[in-house]
């Protein structure tokens, strides 16, 4: 069985999206819809604009949704999922891909999210860091025993987990899993504390969004980050959508429990090849491969 998946924040690009423009008049139209619904020429930043500009979470988050959810739209009958998954923002893009949400629609909720963030991370100056080289149930108990506010909240893949929170709850605690013995902790160049308490100004926002948004029965399931299992029910995808912003995104289960219901190709939808590295750190046996037109 196939299963698409679909990157997060952190895989763009300067030139992202270009060669799908250059080539396809669909391609083309998506983008010129994506620039009049957003307000501002979204395609000439991912095309031209510098790292840092592409940096913007307002910027990033449209652009990486785009620059999967239109490939997935240009691969026409070659995209064939069985069933898809998206790492925290990429959820999104899975949505739109698999016609849960139309990507008008789509793109309006990602914009919101991007906007609702940022404005989260600016309530509460917060961070993010990588942990490496432990289990998870070590990084999960440093978390809970550390003063203020700090989460388990990526479970990227065995031995690699984000943890996310206030500044100085986030450094304390990557002194200490660095005496627990992590091979790693590593602050990220990240706006704020992404799926920690700290974004529940962002969920309150996003929630009203979500549900005056229209979803509908899925062509194929999704497996969600908050839940983790196939997922088709429409107020049930809602839901776990809501959720997914101050909850730990559950890659790595989401991952084994597709390995579980029969999935044994992964193909990567969008900038980036981040997600082909996680497959191949849970299972190696597994085929993987990045999407093209």
């Not at 669909?26 to 501002?40: C, I, S, V």
């Not at 990227?156 to 660095?178: F, H, M, R, Y």
């Amino acid at each position: 069985m196939k299963a698409y998946l679909f990157p997060g924040q952190g895989a763009q690009f300067t030139g992202m999206g270009q060669d799908l423009y250059e080539a396809s008049s669909k391609a083309k139209e998506l983008f010129q819809h994506a620039n009049k619904t957003l307000g501002f020429d979204i395609t000439k930043v991912m095309f031209e604009g510098t790292p840092e500009a592409l940096k913007e979470t307002k910027v990033t988050q449209p652009a990486i949704f785009l620059h999967s959810t239109i490939l997935a739209e240009v691969m026409g009958d070659n995209f064939q999922p069985d069933m898809v998954a998206g790492h925290s923002l990429g959820e999104l893009s899975a949505l739109v891909a698999n016609r849960t949400l139309a990507f008008s629609d789509g793109l309006q909720l990602v914009y919101k999210r991007a906007l609702a963030m940022q404005k989260a991370c600016e309530i509460q100056p917060s961070t993010m860091a990588a942990v490496l080289g432990l289990e998870d149930a070590v990084v999960e108990k440093v978390c809970k025993d550390a003063e203020g506010i700090v989460v388990a909240a990526n479970y990227n893949c065995p031995g690699q987990l984000v943890i996310s929170g206030e500044i100085d709850a986030v450094n304390l605690a990557c002194e200490t899993l660095k005496e627990a013995g992590a091979r790693r902790a590593l602050l990220l160049p990240v706006g704020g504390a992404f799926h920690s308490p700290l974004m529940e100004p962002a969920r309150e926002e996003l929630a009203a969004a979500i549900e005056s948004t229209q979803f509908t029965a899925p062509a194929c399931p999704i497996y969600q980050n908050v839940s983790t299992t196939a997922v088709i029910d429409p107020s049930e995808i809602k839901k776990n959508l809501i959720a997914q912003l101050t909850a730990p995104v559950k890659w790595t289960q989401s991952l084994q429990q597709m390995i579980a219901d029969g999935a044994d190709k992964f193909v990567e939808v969008g900038p980036g090849n981040v997600l082909q590295g996680l497959v191949k750190k849970v299972d190696r046996s597994l085929e993987t491969e990045k999407a093209t037109i």
